[in-house]
């Protein structure tokens, strides 16, 4: 007798605990419609690849070996990668009645910022996520959904008195009722190990179970294609090619000053298509960017490499730091060199989901306390790219040297070094 009371208590706790359930369920589906099926709601992502400029393949029939590259961040992510797993996204998702399109005016009531952390990239290219709370699939014919997402994920910011939560990524969310897509204001981090690969989907509109069917996913999976919205920026520092008189050379650092690093995105939505438009802050002198843990022939696999609002780079100065060690000494000498890029050849626009990569080679030391970098665009195995670098740029510095004179017209008698 007294098990079957136990039996009837153990029960009625289930199916209050049940119930419960399903009401948080029914809450976050919106308007308090419950599913008539148990469908849960997944989500996957496909990221696209960089357009790569300034290097082509040495025939028509050979893939450039840049073409789906990583850049020096946790945070970057590719067709052939995926999401890194780990790693979130927030999805913002509207709910509207089945016989309605979605319109600018609607409230994202199904989802806000909702966020989704990736477990890798799956057998048919989607990085796939987990998520909490759940949501899933509302009854059929009577309400339709659009989805979006950007990545990486932002928490929302609070207030408390007069603080505000910072941004950890630079990114700020706004997506306020009657906004459409609302807006993402965006800040680039100083560092180049610090800065994130700012993404963004299209929308995907008018979506129920019955008719949610793209590619690879299935039916109750919302798949969302990724698209960059910065520029990527990638140097290769060639330092295996030594001037004469010199053992060995290093590039200390590479830094940008003048560059615009505050912007607002707002994406649109019209006639079934997604559009992406940045609003820049004009730049200031004190805007700068670094690449730090600049490495010795820095390729494809160690990437020396900047993630950046799409601009005009014409007004922006080129800082590069080098240390040189002459033959017969083991002190290295410093310098730098500075210039504008738009007193070289690579100057020019800096295109949203473009990739750009230059070569920092250099050129020669002399006894006059003179350094010679040339920069050009492309990487060193660019078909395009000259043995002696003609049509590079020559930085002439004329201040002083640390750790003596240079004399770089003294004959070198040494086997030639290898990579360093």
Known sequence: MMRKEIYKIGVGILSVMMFAACGSESADNGGGVSPDRSVLMRF???????KILNH?????????????????????????TGI?????????????????????????????????????????GHTTFSYSPLAYWPQENTYRLAFFAYYPYEATPTTAGSSTTASTTGIVPTVAPGTGMGTFAFTTQDKSSEQVDFMMSDLRTNLTHATNLSGSASSDTVSLPMHHLLSQVAFHVDTSTVPLGYTSFHVKSITMRHVAKRGT???????????????????????????????????????????????????????VEVAAVPVGGEQAIVGNATM????????????????YYYTLRLKE???????????TPGAPDDPDQDEDYTGGTAIQWGGTWNGGDIDAAKPAIFSPPSCH
């Open 340 to 355: 504008l890029m738009s007193g070289t050849g690579v100057s020019g626009v800096w295109q949203r989901g473009r990739a």
């Open 365 to 375: 030391l002399t006894k006059e306390n003179k350094l010679y970098i040339y920069i």
């Open 44 to 50: 996957g992502a496909l990221s696209d690849t960089m």
């Open 84 to 124: 890194p797993a780990g790693q979130a996204m927030g999805v913002f998702g509207y709910q509207y009645p089945y016989g309605q399109d979605w319109a600018v005016t609607d409230t994202a009531n199904f989802m806000y910022n909702r966020r989704m952390v990736s477990g890798g990239r799956n057998a048919y």
């Open 265 to 319: 995105m707002r994406p649109t939505y019209s006639s079934g298509a997604t559009s992406f438009a940045w609003t820049l802050e004009p730049a200031t002198d004190n805007d700068s960017v670094t690449v730090d843990g600049v490495v010795n022939d820095a390729t494809e696999a160690v990437p020396c490499r900047l993630l950046l609002l799409p601009q005009n780079n014409s007004a922006i100065s080129l800082r």
């Open 56 to 80: 082509r393949p040495t025939n028509a029939g050979t893939k450039s070996r840049f073409a789906e590259t990583r850049a020096a961040t946790q945070y970057y992510a590719n067709k052939k």
